[in-house]
């Protein structure tokens, strides 16, 4: 089973119009016939809202003012998700009936919150996590938790009342997008259990979208898994990025980690951009990719980065 820890399908289908079920929309790579062919069973399906400063970056007029109006958002996409069958998972007794009878061309998911500004205080968290929400990344951009992307900052106040909450609630820290100094602020407050679903090697692309090194060692001591991203600006400076790229990072990060173990896949495929900005030109090319790293990595630790790694994060970490 090969595990994608990143997917803006909900987001894709409410604002763009590119629907989960049937085939991918034209130019693009994601949908449920495509992730099945591939071989994916599990992914994290996301909750992304876009504020409304992200306008004219984004070209979308699908955006919110308001933590309201991100509440709002963000709930029409789980009832997507429930419209059109994806099955959630919810707790490690759910997960592990789901992994001993998968079959390929099934699929199932996790949701993941991308920045937090739908969660409208954090008392209203526990309304969250009933609907099936279990992994909370606080912030996009900057949001009224954190600081973020080409946004620089800290947790605020409310962040840090958030972060009491999730731990309270059993939620999963995804510190993909935090600012540095909320990454910073993160390590020294949390300690339930922490990912990256979708942040590449600062090393070998420059800016803060991507993680340090010693994040990356710090995340692999906690005992998480930091997903590498098939998104071209996130696995190169220049040029049509490969899957020879996506290798480059799984092994920068390994060797950050300390080792194949705590590496996955986030792909972050469709995530507002189209086909030409990804590593590869179909999801089956996950077969190649597989082929790729088994080059540098045992057989084990290939099954372990394209699935398995995932499986055993989230089998410790979810709520019994």
């Excluded at 606080?138 to 999730?166: C, D, E, F, N």
């Excluded at 600062?202 to 998104?231: H, K, M, N, W």
């Excluded at 040029?239 to 790229?245: M, P, Q, R, V």
Aim: glycine share 12%.
């Amino acid at each position: 089973m090969i595990v994608d820890a990143h997917l803006d399908i909900g987001w894709n289908a409410i604002a763009e119009g590119r629907g989960f079920l049937g085939e991918p929309a034209r130019g693009y790579l994601v949908s449920r016939s495509s992730l099945e062919r591939a071989g994916v069973g599990l992914i994290f399906a996301t909750l992304y809202t876009a504020p409304g400063r992200a306008r004219r970056s984004m070209r979308t007029r699908f955006v919110y003012e308001t933590a309201h109006e991100a509440n709002l958002m963000a709930t029409a996409q789980v009832n997507y998700y429930q419209t059109c069958g994806l099955r959630l998972i919810r707790t490690r007794r759910e997960l592990d009936a789901y992994v001993r009878g998968w079959r390929r061309g099934q699929v199932a998911a996790l949701l993941l919150m991308e920045g937090a500004d739908p969660i409208e205080t954090p008392a209203q968290l526990g309304g969250w996590t009933d609907r099936g929400l279990r992994i909370v990344g606080p912030a996009w951009g900057r949001t009224r938790y954190s600081g973020g992307t080409h946004a620089p900052g800290g947790l605020t106040v409310l962040g840090i009342q958030l972060l009491k909450a999730m731990r309270r609630q059993k939620v999963i820290l995804d510190i993909s997008h935090m600012a540095e100094q909320a990454v910073a602020d993160a390590f020294e407050l949390w300690r339930g259990p922490i990912m990256s679903s979708h942040s590449n090697a600062r090393d070998l692309v420059p800016g803060d979208r991507q993680i340090t090194d010693a994040t990356a060692a710090e995340i692999a001591r906690r005992g998480g898994i930091l997903g590498v991203s098939f998104y071209q600006h996130h696995l190169r400076i220049k040029g049509k990025a490969t899957l020879d790229d996506v290798v480059k990072h799984a092994r920068h990060l390994a060797n950050a980690a300390g080792g194949p173990e705590h590496v996955g896949i986030g792909t972050d495929l469709d995530g507002g951009f189209d086909a030409k900005y990804a590593a590869m030109r179909d999801t089956r090319d996950l077969a190649t990719l597989q082929r790729k790293l088994r080059r540098h990595f045992s057989a084990a630790q290939v099954e372990g980065i394209m699935g398995t790694n995932w499986l055993r994060f989230l089998s410790d970490s979810l709520p019994a």
